[in-house]
């Protein structure tokens, strides 16, 4: 007597289950077009796919980061370049300062526009991109500077907190990619005296001297100024090379990017030409198998399917 199913009607329906949850698959695999839905899918290819979207993700992140500190650069070096055109300017006043034409009242004139320059140094020590203080190194929250012609060097120093911020590149690799105010506008010497390339202590001494029409202070001023402008120049010269690093390394990054992409595909991505043709031939088998069931005679073990019992 047979209990339940005979042995040949229940490997039939196994198969039966077996084609039409590989139809689901596949069907799957074509809507969505990834041939890896779940990890049951291929679990021998999961590690390498998560590993491969982890390392796309970290490249997407440096390439975010790169975009982020590009344009902070950028307005740095915009700065930084307006700011060598003031030196050019306070260089051309202490020429006239200096000759022997101009009068008391014209060098008083003129200390005014070298206190105008002054205070545009300054502006340009505050200089923010998205709301941070870009030459304020870690506490960019704050300006580093504010105008005191009380002082030798004419201005306030606020903050001394250093530049530590780097950037990392998609290999792992750092860069520095910011200076300081105090770096670039108020150089000092190690006992913290006001160095001779200091920008703001030139421009300074040269309003200084203007007012009190002292023309040996003002060729003073001008050496000054000649040392302090080749001297910007060089903190000028710095962001341009970030710029350099800032763009090959998102060349790199994105080179890193198209990699992990094309990896990704050919682990995840359905080949839909395959995958249709392997559908065909699943739901032909689906098709052959159950008219191939509804051929057998009746004689057969298949009329005990669904019965409970025979004899």
């Not at 993700?57 to 902070?72: D, I, P, R, T, Y």
């Not at 094309?262 to 198998?289: C, F, K, P, W, Y």
């Amino acid at each position: 007597m047979l209990q339940g199913l005979g042995s040949i009607g229940q490997e039939f329906l196994t198969n039966l289950q077996t084609l039409d949850q590989q139809i689901a698959n596949t069907q799957e695999q074509v809507s969505s077009g990834f041939q890896i839905n779940q990890p049951s899918d291929d679990p021998a290819q999961l590690g390498d796919l998560l590993q491969l979207e982890s390392n796309l993700g970290n490249a997407n992140q440096v390439v975010s980061n790169l975009g982020n500190v590009s344009g902070e650069v950028n307005t740095a070096e915009s700065a930084l370049e307006n700011a060598t055109q003031l030196l050019q300017q306070a260089g051309t006043i202490a020429a006239q300062g200096a000759s022997s034409t101009t009068s008391a009242t014209e060098r008083t004139a003129l200390s005014q526009q070298a206190e105008q320059i002054l205070t545009s140094l300054v502006s340009d020590s505050q200089t923010t991109y998205n709301g941070t203080y870009v030459f304020s190194g870690d506490q960019s929250n704050s300006p580093s500077y504010q105008l005191d012609l009380n002082n030798p060097n004419g201005v306030d120093r606020l903050i001394t907190a250093p530049a530590t911020q780097k950037i990392q590149d998609a290999t792992g690799v750092t860069f520095a990619d910011s200076l300081t105010a105090q770096t670039i506008f108020d150089n000092r010497n190690a006992d913290d005296s006001l160095a001779s390339n200091n920008v703001f202590a030139a421009v300074n001494s040269l309003r200084v001297a203007l007012a009190n029409n002292d023309t040996a202070g003002i060729n003073n001023a001008l050496t000054s100024i000649n040392t302090a402008s080749d001297y910007l120049s060089q903190q000028l010269a710095f962001y341009g090379g970030v710029q350099d690093q800032i763009a090959n390394a998102t060349d790199v990054a994105q080179k890193f990017q198209l990699q992990y992409q094309t990896s990704i595909s050919q682990v995840r991505d359905t080949n839909v030409a395959t995958a249709a043709v392997d559908l065909t031939q699943e739901q032909d088998s689906m098709q052959a198998s159950i008219q191939a069931e509804a051929a057998i005679p009746k004689t057969s073990l298949f009329d005990y399917l669904g019965s409970g019992s025979g004899g």
